[in-house]
């Protein structure tokens, strides 16, 4: 009897651990304590590493800016040209310049009658300001002095023309790179270029 009891049992036994379909063993990856589960990390695909010698931005090809800020020069020489207390006989100041050619065109319309003498003499003064100008923008360029037009003028060409509102170039000079400027330098006083025309006028005793 007792060993009936026994088989019958293990009999239990057996079909209780058949009748278990579920799998207890678990395929996932297990979770660190205090960590929260994420399933999307599950399908993430890893990044590739590219090795150092192959890992570079791509630099986009970029055109070169001009040398200097033409537009701010053109500004100053608005603001100074334009003065008729310094310049009587001022009317438009104009300059292009070319990089490409490494040229600069200056030129200064005056009011009709001006004579060549103060033409010469505000071209001059023209040259040096011009150039002081752009030697704020650029500390390797020599100001202008009593002596010298500046430096500018050693690695840009210069075109010079200063003319009558009709239509007369009473100066029309080009210089290459480096060349002599033989225009005549001015004479300076506050306010500007002095006149080389005295006026008669009677002295009070």
Known sequence: MRN?????VLSLIVLALGGCTKSSISTEAPVAAG????????????EETLPREQNFLIEEETEPGP???????????????TDTDSYPQTVK???SADEDAMSINLTWILKNGTDEDTA??????????????VAVQDTSIEASSEESFGSLWDTFALTVQVGTEDGQW????NYEAGEAIDLKLPEYN????????????PKKN
Do not use: C
């Open 35 to 46: 960590e929260e589960f994420d399933p999307a990390k599950m399908n993430q695909e890893e």
């Open 190 to 201: 506050d306010d500007g270029p002095q006149s080389v025309v005295e006026e008669n006028i």
């Open 170 to 173: 009473l100066i029309d000079k």
């Open 93 to 95: 100041m104009e300059f």
């Open 67 to 81: 040398m200097y800020e033409w537009e701010q020069v053109q500004d100053e020489l608005d603001g100074l040209f």
């Open 120 to 133: 010469m003499e505000y071209a001059a003064d023209m040259v040096q300001k011009f150039n002081d100008i």
């Open 4 to 8: 009936l009891k026994r088989m019958a």
